[in-house]
């Protein structure tokens, strides 16, 4: 069992930047790939960036390459998205995911656990 806490959402301006965090319980979290979801109201849940269990690989949707940035420390089993330049259409329930060893979450069908949610807000 894994459990998946964020933390790190709130209201932003336009341009503006924001850090989620993502604390993991569970000793298994150093072998496990990581990822971001988004879900805006009215909107299916969409895929937002994952990274490998070393950190050696990243992945990211178009729509945020260049602005966000994942990364992950395993000695504090936290997973983080740095996010930058943020837009409106950035506004959204933000879910951390953990996929497994060899799979990183980068659709839902691959999601093992999902957190919660925190919620960002981009204001115009």
């Known amino acids: 069992q894994v459990q998946l806490v964020e933390s790190g959402g709130g209201l932003v301006q336009a341009g503006g930047s924001l850090t989620l965090s993502c604390a993991a319980s569970g000793r298994t979290f150093s072998r496990t790939a990581m990822g971001w979801f988004r879900q805006a109201p009215g909107k299916e849940r969409e895929f937002v960036s994952a990274?490998?269990?070393?950190?050696?690989?990243?992945y990211y949707a178009e729509s945020v390459k260049g602005r966000f940035t994942i990364s992950r420390n395993n000695a504090r089993n936290t997973v983080y998205l740095q996010m930058n330049n943020l837009k409106p259409e950035d506004t959204a329930v933000y879910y951390c995911?953990?996929?497994?060893?060899?799979?990183?979450?980068?659709?839902?069908?691959?999601?093992?656990?999902w957190g919660q949610g925190t919620q960002v807000t981009v204001s115009s």
């Open positions: 995911a953990a996929g497994s060893t060899i799979v990183a979450p980068t659709t839902t069908a691959k999601v093992s656990y």
């Open positions: 990274i490998t269990w070393s950190g050696g690989i990243t």
